[in-house]
């Protein structure tokens, strides 16, 4: 690889580690980082193809309050280097995938001592304050994130420095049945995500339109545009219908509730 | 009053700009508070000029805060609206300060999360991912695009509506709005979800249910085909009048299954790890475990 390659992956490694505690551009989702990757190192539509699969697993990851989810970042630029690195090119994604499941419990693990190290930052920065010194507190805030972005570009500036025959010789004594049963098991994973999703925003109230959605989606002629047509529709529908349906519902009860405003009324 | 400081436009890009790394000194003791400082720079600047007022200023800017990292900036906006007025000579303490900020950013929390990162980001995600799966990179492209364009709209537009709502804006949010937005992201959210656990989650059980010998004239019978492109014309033609390609019809599980309800085992297999979930189990864990069955019911043939 050439110097100016790994110079590049180690630059969208640091965007994708700082992105992993902001959380603002994406750079630190598979989608966006397994693209750049790819194309820094002259293996674009590996990178690409990595990126969508992973995406797939990863579409629920998300940071709640204080809890942190699998950490995206190192899953999606550790494992396209490890793809790149292998030159098994697009065949080589589903044994990268495998890779990636590890990394994101190590880059979690990562974040999590990065945020305890950023505790002393605060404090600097709470020393600055008392100064009135707003370059003291700017500083401090930037050598935080840094932090973040040097959690993703270490592990992956020594990755690079493994020898690709070092990758390849490990990819290759994979055996068939061990990468196939991987791939079949990523097909799976991807519920997790989902449910972690579910999860959060189920209620009575919302899950026939999970139904709805399931029974269309059988239908493949439909395109995921055509999908997000269809469920902006229903909920237009739904907020309208509710609305109406609460003011419509007699003056002197206004629950929101046209049946139970009959009943009460009966 | 002689003059009254206001803030321009410029320093309120300058805080939005600046609000886009909130969450970069993230920590477990205060957690967005190093970010929220960070971001607000611009205006004590501008609002106070001397030691004393710039260090306190600072000090009631580093105090606990966390809230989701876009629904943060109409919080900032009411924020920027409390010290002008402050600055301006009117009577807003510190706890006022610290009471909005507090009391905006947990419902607002509520807000930011399902519609940031359980309908926009899997619906957008979902899109770019198919698209990248075949190769196409237009895929990683709309995704980020389109990901940033909502972002920023939403973050500048919110906090300008918050500085010019100033303290009023808890009045007007919790006049339905609020709930409103959250309910018409979950009804999407969950169409869509319902449609990717359909499209997305791949099981298929391999093993074969039933092998039925078909009788003569109910498959395609290569050994009587005419020789060359002609053949081939003639297969393609008896397979779309529904001829079998093999003499024997072979069902698998998977075949029964998908007769029922299409997509009726990843449906099953989501409702599993969701109990799984709220059964306090680690979803790392149960990652590794499904990795675990895909390779052992592989290596037994049912997978």
Known sequence: MSAISIVLVIIVAFLAGMEGVLDEFQFHQPLVACTLIGLVTGQLEAGIILGGTLQMIALGWANIGAAVAPDAALASVASAIILVLGGQGTSGVSTAIAVAIPLAVAGLFLTMVVRTLSVACVHRMDAAAEKANFKGVELWHIIAIAMQGLRIAIPAGALLFIPATTVQKFLTSMPAWLTDGMAIGGGMVVAVGYAMVINMMATKEVWPFFAIGFCVAALSDLTLIALGAIGVSLALIYLTLSESGGSSGGGGSNTGDPLGDILNNY | ?303
């Open chain 2, 1 to 303: 009053m002689a003059e009254k400081v206001t803030l321009s436009k410029k320093e309120r890009l300058s805080v939005a700009l600046r609000s886009t790394f909130l969450q970069g000194s993230w920590n477990y003791e205060r957690m967005q508070n190093g970010g929220w400082a960070f971001s607000i720079i611009p205006a004590i600047k501008k609002l106070y000029k001397t030691e004393e007022e710039r260090s306190a200023a600072l000090k009631r800017h580093l105090e606990f805060f966390n809230t989701h990292p876009y629904v943060a900036s109409p919080v900032i906006g009411v924020t920027l609206a409390l010290e002008e007025e402050r600055a301006n000579g009117a009577e807003v303490d510190d706890a006022a300060i610290q009471g909005v900020k507090v009391g905006m950013m947990g419902p607002l929390a509520g807000v930011g999360d399902p519609v940031f990162w359980f309908t926009v980001r899997p619906i957008l995600g979902a899109l770019g991912a198919s698209l990248a799966m075949t190769g196409n990179i237009l895929g990683p492209i709309l995704f980020f695009v389109l990901w940033n364009v909502i972002r920023w709209g939403f973050m500048w537009y919110t906090q300008e509506f918050g500085y010019k709502a100033g303290a009023k804006i808890t009045e007007d949010l919790s006049g339905g709005l609020l709930q409103k937005v959250t309910k018409g992201a979950s009804i999407l959210g969950m169409f869509i979800l319902g449609s990717l656990v359909q499209r997305w989650v791949s099981i298929s059980f391999q093993p074969v249910v039933s092998k039925v010998t078909l009788s003569e004239g109910a498959y395609i019978d290569w050994g009587k085909l005419p020789e060359g492109a002609k053949g081939i014309q003639q297969a393609f033609e008896q397979y779309a009048s529904g001829l079998s390609l093999t003499p024997t019809k072979i069902t698998t599980l998977q075949n029964n299954l998908d007769s029922l309800i299409p997509g009726l085992v990843p449906l099953l297999l989501t409702l599993f790890c969701m109990w799984l979930l709220k059964k306090n189990v680690s979803p790392i864990i149960i990652i590794i475990a499904l990795f675990l069955v895909g390779i052992g019911g592989h290596l037994i043939g049912l997978l």
